[in-house]
Nanobody, 124 residues
Framework: QVQLVESGGGLVQAGGSLRLSCAAS????????MGWFRQAPGKEREFVAA????????YYTNSVKGRFTISRDNARNTVYLQMNSLKPEDTAVYYC?????????????????WGQGTRVTVSS
């Protein structure tokens, strides 16, 4: 069982930055691939970024490439999402997810555990 708690969301102006954190419980965090997803009002949940168990492999949806960076610290059981050059269309609730395998995925239905989400609002 893995419990995930996100933090770091908030209100920011367009062009600004935020860093989201996701703290995981459990002693096997390093064996999980991790992902970030987001859900904007009235839209379906969408993939944002994912990272392999080692942190070597990272994957991004096209709309955030070059602006967002996913990373992890297995010693701290934490995964991060650094978000720069934020745009109003990045406004959403951001969810952290853990997949019970070392290989990440862009599909939400392939993740086993989810956090409660943290809200990000980007004003124009």
């Amino acid at each position: 069982q893995v419990q995930l708690v996100e933090s770091g969301g908030g209100l920011v102006q367009a062009g600004g930055s935020l860093r989201l954190s996701c703290a995981a419980s459990g002693r096997t965090f390093s064996s999980y691939a991790m992902g970030w997803f987001r859900q904007a009002p009235g839209k379906e949940r969408e993939f944002v970024a994912a990272i392999s168990w080692s942190g070597v492999g990272t994957y991004y949806t096209n709309s955030v490439k070059g602006r967002f960076t996913i990373s992890r610290d297995n010693a701290r059981n934490t995964v991060y999402l650094q978000m720069n050059s934020l745009k109003p269309e990045d406004t959403a609730v951001y969810y952290c997810a853990a997949r019970g395998t070392v290989v990440p995925s862009g599909r939400a239905d392939e993740y086993d555990y989810w956090g409660q989400g943290t809200r990000v609002t980007v004003s124009s």
